[in-house]
């Protein structure tokens, strides 16, 4: 199991008006938010993401449709399939993330533990993996 990676299970409410999953910050998941956001439209075959954080917190949930998301630590690696709206995926530090195979009606939604800082990417993969040696 890739190192610093959790599914989070998000209690879900169903009635016969449908169903509700609430997330509260620092309960439901792990950390304060401070950024949200959302990806959508992307096209077949497009792959994204190709970095890893020094110190960001990250839990992504595909909130409709499908995408897989490849995790690696340095030493391990493994895809993870998310469409399950009640399930999260937590990201923390130092995880090289791709993803890809979104379904054309994929949201995947991001709650992030800081605001947007350009300076907290590792976007180069031979840097992410002396670095993750090094600790
Ligand atoms: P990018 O980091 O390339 O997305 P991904 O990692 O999914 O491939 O971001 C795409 C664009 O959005 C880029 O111009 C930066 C901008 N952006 C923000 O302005 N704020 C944010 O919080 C994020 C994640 C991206």
């Known amino acids: 199991m890739v190192k610093n990676v959790r599914i989070l299970e998000f209690p879900c409410y169903l009635d016969r008006f449908g169903s509700l999953v ?9 950390f304060d938010v401070k950024r949200v956001y959302y990806i959508f439209g992307v096209e077949d075959g497009v792959r994204r993401g190709f970095h890893s954080h020094e110190a960001l917190e990250q839990v992504l949930v595909c909130v409709h449709g499908s ?3 490849l995790l690696d ?15 999260g995926l937590y990201l923390g530090h130092m995880v090289w993330r791709e993803m890809f195979d979104f379904s054309s009606d994929a949201v995947l939604l991001v709650m992030a533990s800081e605001h947007y800082d350009t300076s907290d990417y590792i976007r180069d993969y031979k840097v992410f993996c002396r670095q993750t040696q090094r600790r």
């Open 22 to 30: 609430a997330i509260e910050a620092c309960d439901t998941i792990p």
């Open 67 to 69: 995408v897989t998301i």
């Open 73 to 87: 630590d340095g030493s391990e690696r493994e895809e993870i399939v998310l469409d399950d709206p009640t399930k």
